[in-house]
C-alpha cells in the first residue's frame, strides 16, 4: 500500500505522464493503482514515483515509467490478450501488464530476479502471470501464438524466434541495437509470412543477453 505522501507522489507521476504524451487512461490508471516502491531496493524506495529508471540488481534496472507507459501503450492499441514478456526484471512491467491482459508469461534469465518478482507479484494478489527462468532470445515457444510479445532489454537485431512465436496479426514491441550505439524503440507486425517495421523513438535500456543463464 501507498502511504499517503506516495499517493501524492504517484499523482503527480501520472500527471507528468499525462503531460508526456501518455493518453490510455487504463494504463494511466493501473500506473496510479500499481505500488512501484515494491519493485526495487528499499534503500531507492524513496525514489520510487520520479520518472527514472533505478538499479535492482544483478545489473539491471527498473525502466523509468515514462517507458513503461509508453511500450505498455503501444501494446494495448493492438488489442492484446495473452502476452509474453522477455525480461522480468523488478517484475514492475509484468504486474502492470497483468492487469491490463487476460495472461502474462515471462522469461527471466536471472533466476534471483525471478524469485523475487513472483513474490511480489503474489503480494499484489496478481495470478495470471506464468514465469520461465531461460534465454529471452528464444521466447517460450510451447506457449505460443502471443497476441504482443514486450522486450524490455535491448537486442542487437530482432530476434527471428520472437517473430516466429507472434500470432498472426501479432505486434511486438522491442528496444533495437548494441550497447554502444544507438537503441530505437521498434513495433513490430507480423502479417503471415511478412514482417512489418516502425521505428518510434531513440532508448536506452540494457542488453538483451543471448544464452547467458544465472
Not at 522469461?107 to 534471483?112: D, L
Not at 524503440?185 to 521505428?199: A, K, Y
Amino acid at each position: 500500500m501507498k502511504t499517503i505522501s506516495g499517493q501524492a507522489r504517484a499523482k503527480k507521476l501520472i500527471q507528468q505522464l499525462s503531460d508526456l504524451g501518455i493518453t490510455n487512461q487504463q494504463v494511466l490508471q493501473v500506473i496510479a493503482e500499481t505500488p512501484r516502491h515494491v519493485f526495487m531496493p528499499e534503500s531507492l524506495a524513496h525514489k520510487a514515483y520520479e520518472n527514472t529508471a533505478l538499479p535492482i540488481g544483478n545489473g539491471q534496472t527498473i525502466s523509468q515509467p515514462l517507458m513503461v507507459a509508453t511500450m505498455t501503450q503501444l501494446l494495448m492499441q493492438h488489442n492484446c490478450h495473452n502476452v509474453l514478456e522477455i525480461g522480468t526484471g523488478s517484475g514492475y512491467q509484468t504486474a502492470i501488464l497483468a492487469q491490463l491482459v487476460d495472461k502474462v508469461f515471462s522469461v527471466e534469465r536471472i533466476a534471483q530476479l525471478q524469485y523475487q518478482a513472483k513474490r511480489r507479484l503474489r503480494q499484489l494478489d496478481l495470478h495470471n502471470v506464468s514465469m520461465r527462468h531461460g534465454d529471452g532470445w528464444k521466447g517460450w515457444s510451447s506457449k505460443a501464438p502471443f497476441d504482443g510479445i514486450i522486450v524490455t532489454a535491448a537486442a542487437s537485431e530482432i530476434p527471428s524466434d520472437l517473430v516466429a512465436q507472434l500470432a498472426d496479426g501479432g505486434v511486438m514491441i522491442i528496444p533495437v541495437g548494441g550497447t554502444n550505439e544507438a537503441q530505437s524503440l521498434t513495433v513490430i507486425r507480423r502479417f503471415g509470412d511478412s514482417v512489418e517495421q516502425q521505428q518510434i523513438g531513440d532508448v536506452r535500456f540494457v542488453p538483451l543477453v543471448k544464452g547467458e543463464l544465472s
